[in-house]
């Protein structure tokens, strides 16, 4: 299994409240995704990066922003969490991008009452 | 953006059946990619396909690029009850830094 952590496992947090998750991989990978995951529907790209400080938007960036201060970590921010980011969250790398696959964290379920 | 339509949306199918489940794009891809899903845990990598016409076998698992470059297929031979769970497919662009488009997913239950 690709070496690929993510903190908390859980969380309940109130309407307004910042919120930052945590993806830790061990693999040394280039390229790291946030997806979110809710039922019914399949993994959407929140955003992802291609390398400390360099990160891109994904399809449902509104709300959400990140940071790669190093090649291990990856975080995801609520600024202000709504009940609409309500999801599970799961972190992904992959070691060339194109061309390489992904490997997916456990996620994170985030719950914003 | 792309849109991948996954179909069944869900199956209940007997111990040892065959399983087809496809997935339908607007656009082409470059790679074409097949997940599963267990309760509470991440998408695993079952089969990625590179090529249009490819076909793939992994185990009881055999998945094909379609040779219009907007779909694929994927088949199980046999089922057996750890075969549940939710299969996804993914969509690629080669240029786009990995990128993948998922489909809904497609949800197994086999009775034993």
């Known amino acids: 299994d690709a070496g690929i952590t993510q903190s908390p496992r859980h969380k309940v947090t109130e309407t307004g409240t910042p919120v930052t998750l945590r993806c830790h991989q061990t693999?040394?990978?280039?390229?790291m995704y946030w997806y979110r995951q809710d039922p019914g529907h399949g993994l959407r790209l929140i955003h992802y990066s291609y390398g400390v400080k360099d990160t891109d938007k994904g399809e449902v960036s509104d709300g959400y922003s990140v940071s790669r201060s190093k090649t291990e970590d990856f975080l995801l921010t609520l600024e202000s969490a709504t009940s609409s980011q309500t999801s599970v969250y799961f972190c992904?790398?992959?070691?060339?991008?194109?061309?390489?696959?992904?490997?997916f964290g456990p996620g994170t379920r985030l719950t914003v009452t | 953006g792309q849109q991948l339509n996954q179909s069944p949306q869900s199956m209940f199918i007997q111990e040892g059946e065959d399983v087809s489940m496809n997935c339908t794009s607007s656009?082409?891809?470059?790679?074409w990619l097949w997940y599963k899903q267990d309760p509470g845990e991440g998408p695993v990598l079952l089969i990625a396909l590179y090529k249009a016409g490819e076909l793939t076998s992994n185990g009881r698992l055999t998945a094909q690029f379609g040779i219009t470059r907007k779909d694929s297929f994927l088949n199980i031979s046999a089922s057996i009850p750890s075969d549940v769970g939710i299969y996804f497919c993914a969509g690629r662009f080669n240029t786009n830094a990995g990128k993948s488009t998922f489909g809904d997913g497609t949800t197994l239950t086999v009775k034993p």
């Open positions: 693999e040394n990978h280039r390229y």
């Open positions: 656009s082409i891809f470059n790679t």
């Open positions: 992904a790398i992959s070691s060339a991008g194109s061309g390489d696959e992904q490997y």
